[in-house]
């Protein structure tokens, strides 16, 4: 199957907003789950958002909760991550995930299919 493509990344200062990008294949998008993580420098890379694309319900972890919004557009097999009121500690490299295995929707390992990502970086 062919990975997923991430794009939208960017430098932008604190405040700021960023849309991020995923086109998924049809076999990885349609009805399916599919997640937004964050890997910052140094660290695990951690679940932001995921989403079930058959009836849009939505998944954030504790980082992203009123800040961030993840949203697909069927016609487009592309996943969307809204990020706004950007702080430093949002910086690093956005991954987009797919062909979830029935694990928990925020583990990096309920995931097997993995875009090269898109780097954000949010600094004054």
């Known amino acids: 199957q062919v990975q997923p493509v991430e794009s939208g990344g960017g430098s932008v200062q604190p405040g700021g907003s960023l849309r991020l990008s995923c086109i998924a294949s049809t076999y990885d998008f349609k009805n399916k789950y599919m997640a937004w993580f964050r890997q910052a420098p140094g660290k695990e890379r951690e679940g932001i958002a995921a989403?079930?694309?058959?009836?849009?319900?939505?998944f954030y972890g504790d980082s992203a909760k009123g800040r961030f919004t993840i949203a697909r557009d069927d016609a487009k097999n592309t996943v969307y991550l809204q990020m706004n009121r950007l702080k430093p500690d949002d910086t690093g490299m956005y991954y987009c995930a797919a062909d979830h295995n029935g694990g928990h929707l925020l583990r990096r390992d309920s995931y097997s299919r993995w875009g090269l990502g898109t780097r954000v970086t949010v600094s004054s």
């Open positions: 989403i079930y694309t058959g009836a849009g319900d939505t």
